[in-house]
T-cell receptor, first 114, second 112 residues
Framework: EAGVAQSPRYKIIEKRQSVAFWCNPI?????LYWYQQILGQGPKLLIQ????????DSQLPKDRFSAERLKGVDSTLKIQPAKLEDSAVYLC????????????FGPGTRLTVL | DQQVKQNSPSLSVQEGRISILNCDYT??????FLWYKKYPAEGPTFLIS?????DKNEDGRFTVFLNKSAKHLSLHIVPSQPGDSAVYFC???????????FGTGTRLKVLA
């Protein structure tokens, strides 16, 4: 079974630029999550999708972050414009249901904002 | 406000000995707890979980203990192996929300 795919793996941009991350979940997984992990901290949930609907985006900074999951499969997370404090690893995870032990993480995208 | 705390950023243990990783939480509404393991350049992988109705859950070499009165949980790895060297995160959720609050992680190094 193929795992959660993310691209790019690394991205370096300057502040005020825009960036987008892509996630392809495990086939058949209805639930998709985006997390932000700042160095030295644990992952923080940004947004959760159930199919193509948003379940929770309470911690997504909506003035600069946006996410979509068209057709309930792939998802993109965008930052526009980026700030220095957005430097982090962005993790995508998917699960077949809502049970916690079925959540599989991708390798993440490491973003550096200069 | 850090609701889930892992106060030891790192831990070194000899191969074959017990590793004990600790986690404290402040929110009494948390009722489900998980441990994840993370290798460099990979995403976290689920290790073991425990519900608040239990005080112990065991899976092979891994055991999680929950002390609700102390708001404390611990992960025991016995015996520790070099392949266990990784960063371990504890996470907690409340009321079946499946919204997990993660701790800051503990880097475990098992010495051969």
């Amino acid at each position: 079974e193929a795992g959660v795919a993310q691209s790019p793996r690394y991205k370096i941009i300057e502040k005020r630029q825009s960036v987008a991350f892509w996630c392809n979940p495990i086939s058949g997984h209805a639930t998709l999550y985006w997390y932000q992990q700042i160095l030295g901290q644990g992952p923080k949930l940004l947004i959760q999708f159930q199919n193509n609907g948003v379940v929770d985006d309470s911690q997504l900074p909506k003035d600069r972050f946006s996410a979509e999951r068209l057709k309930g499969v792939d998802s993109t997370l965008k930052i526009q414009p980026a700030k220095l404090e957005d430097s982090a690893v962005y993790l995508c995870a998917s699960s077949a249901g809502l049970a916690p032990n079925t959540q599989y993480f991708g390798p993440g995208t490491r973003l550096t904002v200069l | 406000d850090q609701q889930v705390k892992q106060n030891s950023p790192s831990l070194s243990v000899q191969e074959g000995r017990i590793s004990i990783l600790n986690c404290d939480y402040t929110n009494s509404m948390f009722d489900y707890f998980l441990w994840y393991k993370k290798y460099p350049a990979e995403g976290p992988t689920f290790l073991i979980s425990i519900s608040s109705i239990k005080d112990k859950n065991e899976d092979g070499r891994f055991t999680v203990f929950l002390n609700k009165s102390a708001k404390h949980l611990s992960l025991h790895i016995v015996p520790s192996q070099p392949g266990d060297s990784a960063v371990y995160f504890c996470a907690a959720s409340a009321g079946g929300t499946y919204k997990y609050i993660f701790g800051t992680g503990t880097r475990l190094k098992v010495l051969a």
